[in-house]
């Protein structure tokens, strides 16, 4: 096996997500590289969040990051980006939520008040996954587990620091250390065009889109996702 060019990798799960999300990657290269996976369900702000994952990762380490996770490894280069060797974006953007997005987002919030909280899980598990594997009850039963094990006022703690994200345009500009970027083809959440721009904007950065998929790259291509990590980490 390639010797790993950083000893550590760090992983971020999205919102609603958790180690789960990572189970393969995390099972395929454990014999390379020393693996954490970072709780982001700690504060209500990107910036805590950052601060909360920084205190407890490596000296200096890789990191993937999924969705949300990647609006927090933005702001952990933001705020220490002489510890990060490295950075796998999956499926996510740089800009900040429309105001279409912040409205669908309080909707969501309020039905969590209300106490419908497994309410909104199903109603966001459509637009996750590929069209093809939105039927797939092995998919979908790790997707329910990831959320409960979440709980409502962890999801609603990730929405506020979703919604109050900052503008990561310019961090994307700032980034020097080798990036990839993944989406999948048919992700409904985040567009072709949002990975494009952030490879785009990081010199050197290589995009990879990948076919079949929806918005959860990690768990619908496992082994795809896992391919690709023991190659940026061997680089």
Request: glycine share 6%.
């Amino acid at each position: 096996m390639e010797k790993s060019v950083s000893s550590s990798l760090l992983l971020i799960p999205s919102q609603l997500c958790t180690a789960a999300a990572w189970q393969h990657q995390i099972d395929n290269l454990k014999d390379k590289v020393q693996i954490s996976v970072a709780n982001q369900r700690t504060s209500d702000s990107m910036a805590g969040l950052a601060r909360s994952i920084l205190a407890g990762a490596p000296a200096r380490f890789a990191t993937a990051a999924h969705g949300m996770g990647g609006f927090i490894a933005f702001e952990m280069w933001r705020q220490a980006p002489e510890r990060i060797e490295r950075l796998a974006l999956f499926d996510t953007l740089a800009t900040p939520d429309t105001p279409q997005q912040r409205v669908r987002r309080a909707g969501y919030a309020e039905l969590v008040r209300r106490g419908q909280f497994t309410r909104v899980i199903e109603e966001r598990l459509p637009i996750l996954f590929h069209p093809d594997r939105q039927a797939e009850e092995q998919l979908l039963s790790v997707a329910r587990a990831m959320a409960a094990e979440t709980g409502p006022e962890a999801f609603l703690r990730q929405q506020r620091a979703i919604i109050d994200r900052p503008d990561s345009r310019a961090t994307v500009a700032s980034i020097t250390c080798p990036v990839i970027v993944v989406i999948g083809h048919q992700d409904r959440i985040t567009a072709l065009t949002d990975a494009e721009a952030i490879a785009a904007g990081i010199s050197g950065a290589r995009l990879e889109v990948v076919e079949n998929c929806g918005h959860m790259v990690p768990l619908e291509q496992p082994q795809r996702t896992s391919e690709l990590l023991a190659r940026w980490l061997a680089v």
